[in-house]
């Protein structure tokens, strides 16, 4: 089954968000959408999701589920806009308890903050299957660069998230709390099992050294053959070295702060106060 896949790239973030469609049906699911946000002056904008919502609205499709891969640390979701436009069920892997209870310390949230993944309308694990219209889904834990990475196996289209990106860039950092190389490399060869043939969709792509287009897609055995981390077999040991040097060097994420304390409530901003004015906090020296 080859679901129909139509990408969306975000600039600022450069985050792909995706809409996958039942080629039988109208039936859809929209992974990993971005509401925009300038960190400047704490505004948000809907222009990225309004392309995507404006995209199912003149096809005619119906959206069942509002898929994230994890908690992003580099964006904001904007599955309560969607949801709230178009309806759908918002899922993502039942380790966001996990990322809660870290960041629910982090940003000392109140007792008022839930961490039992309740903002969210479906918590999923390794081997839980949905359906979208007539296609199902499958859900493969890939924990690693967080622990509550998914990676929805749809038909022929692999959604794999922050866990591979592009052959020539490589795999995802594995340095923020809770993440680590290790899982990684065992995560991402759940991924490598899959058939050679299996379409990737990654989840970023910020345009290797000596390529000038993004890309977001292509396949196990491309990845198996050609990735610039894992590829040509490449031990644990060498992956683990590479990846924990690499993640010392990397600054945080521009959206981190907002991004977390937004996503880990299924993207709904912190409740507001007395005069209905909403507020995010900058933990210092925290991260
Ligand atoms: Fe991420």
């Known amino acids: 089954m080859t679901p129909q896949v139509k990408a969306f790239f975000d600039d600022a973030t450069n985050t792909v968000s995706y809409v996958v469609r039942d080629p039988k049906g109208s039936a859809c699911a929209v992974i990993d959408s971005v509401l925009d946000f300038d960190h400047a002056s704490g505004r948000t904008d809907t222009s990225s999701a309004d392309e995507i919502i404006a995209y199912i609205r003149d096809t005619g499709l119906k959206v069942e589920w509002v898929l994230e891969s994890h908690v992003h640390a580099d964006h904001l979701s904007a599955a309560p806009y969607i949801q709230e ?11 966001i308890t996990v990322v809660q209870d870290t960041f629910g310390k982090v940003f000392n949230e109140g007792t008022e903050f839930q961490r039992d993944g309740s903002q969210f309308d479906a918590l999923f694990k390794e081997g839980d299957s949905f359906q979208i219209g007539q296609m199902r889904g499958d859900v493969l834990h890939t924990p690693g660069h967080t622990p509550a990475c998914l990676t929805y196996v749809i038909g022929d289209a692999a959604f794999v998230g922050d866990t591979l990106f592009m052959p020539d860039f490589g795999t995802a950092r594995c340095d923020f709390p809770g993440g680590s190389s290790e899982t990684l490399f065992n995560s991402i060869q759940k991924i490598l099992a899959l058939p050679d043939e299996t379409r990737i969709f990654v989840g970023h792509d910020y345009k290797a050294p000596g390529r000038d287009e993004y890309a977001w897609e292509t396949t196990v055995g491309e990845q198996k053959a050609l990735n610039v981390h894992i590829g040509k077999g490449r031990s644990i040991e060498e992956f683990t070295r590479m990846r924990d040097e690499r993640d010392s060097t990397l600054p945080m994420p521009r959206l981190i702060l907002p991004s977390l304390q ?22 210092v020296n925290k991260l």
């Not at 436009?85 to 380790?95: E, H």
């Not at 709904?268 to 900058?282: A, I, N, S």
Request: charged share 25%; no cysteine; aromatic share 4%.
């Open 85 to 95: 436009k178009l309806g759908g069920k918002i899922g993502i892997g039942d380790q």
């Open 262 to 283: 937004v996503n880990m409530r299924a993207g709904q901003m912190p409740p507001p106060d007395e005069k209905g004015d909403v507020f995010l906090k900058l933990p």
